[in-house]
Nanobody
Framework: QVQLVESGGGLVQPGGSLRLSCAASGFTFSNYAMNWYRQAPGKERELVATITSTGGSTHYADFVEGRFTISRDNAKNTVYLQMNSLKPEDTAVYYC????????????WGQGTQVTVSS
């Protein structure tokens, strides 16, 4: 079964940095693109960043362009999100998923990791 375990979140001041990790299992990780999503309180989940299966191409939402970097280590079945210059509006629960998993239903998601940006 697919398992996605996000970690690395926490409380950080505006302008600070965090690196999130997502450890994946239950599928051939290196064959799939991976995405980071986030969901703020009372808001819909939104796509933050994408990376192709090889890590050769990335894409970012406009609101994080230049601040966040998605990367992956296929040998470790792990995708990362380096977050710099954090803003209070980045506060959300952050999730990783494959594009297909993101539309497969609630059971396709991990628990996420909470990022709180506050002074």
């Amino acid at each position: 079964q697919v398992q996605l375990v996000e970690s690395g979140g926490g409380l950080v001041q505006p302008g600070g940095s965090l690196r999130l990790s997502c450890a994946a299992s239950g599928f051939t990780f290196s064959n799939y693109a991976m995405n980071w999503y986030r969901q703020a309180p009372g808001k819909e989940r939104e796509l933050v960043a994408t990376i192709t299966s090889t890590g050769g191409s990335t894409h970012y939402a406009d609101f994080v362009e230049g601040r966040f970097t998605i990367s992956r280590d296929n040998a470790k079945n792990t995708v990362y999100l380096q977050m710099n210059s954090l803003k209070p509006e980045d506060t959300a629960v952050y999730y990783c998923n494959t594009p297909a998993g993101a539309v497969a239903g609630p059971r396709s998601w991990g628990q996420g990791t909470q990022v709180t940006v506050s002074s």
